[in-house]
């Protein structure tokens, strides 16, 4: 009993070790990890902000976006991932990324954030990944830049076709 | 016998199908479909060619740029996918993909492209996926523009890193 007790605590040690260090924004939304590892949705660049970004999206995201379904299902997350906009040092007519700066998330569940278009928001900041905003009011930011793509279920990101 | 022989043709006609349409560029490298569904390396921004770009690696690929691996290894496979840039329309300090460009292919396979830096390119341009290229000398220009990356294994592109 007590060899099995040890196995799952080592198993589970990592898991508990990360759910306890991941970062929380204001509103309980938790920095979610392996977002790198989700689908491309598209490029931008924000020459305004000097940044480079990618647009990932879990596999009921992706879907629905191919599919053309809107709104965006329940479970439905989104990752705009922010780099410092850098010319390429050897090629500098090619802008490519630098330091990280920012990872912003956007979470579906149409009852909980009924409020927010059916939304709920997070920006985790720098390399310790500071959570974004005094208070869980910063969200009504997020969502007033987000009104003029309402009929685009508060997306501004159309996904990449290719042929 | 004959249930198994249709079995087998059933399975394979798409295969069959999809490879008998794959363009194939003048070195003999054929268009390689599946490059959005492996890793993102990193976006780029061309503001002299109007292009919005993502970088993508397959599992050997990405694993060895991670490790800092020099050269990749053999099988290693990577995906420069190019569209038009252009201003969001309800946001347009933000630079966003349009229509599909072309997508660039690097195939690492030491011994049989021994002659440019153990690297295989093709590039596929448009909609129809046009294979570029008069005939396989094609690749000295691709090889020419990558010789000043030839200490970063001909690799302009770095990949992204996250917290």
Redesign the interface.
Known sequence: MKRILLIVLSVMAPVLIAAAQAPVAPNGIAYIPGY??W??I????????GQ???I?GNEIAVAALHAGTKPLPDGSMLAK?A?K?EK?P??P?????GA?MQ?EFMVKDAKKYKDTGGWGFARFV????KPYGKDAGFVSECFQCHL??ATNDYL???I????
Chains 1, 2 share one sequence.
């Open positions: 790198m590892t689908k491309v598209a490029p931008s660049y924000r020459e305004d902000k480079i970004r990618i990932t991932v780099w906009a390429h050897v090629f007519d090619a802008t490519v990324p990280f990872v720098g390399d310790e990944l003029p793509v501004f990101t159309k990449v076709r290719t042929p």
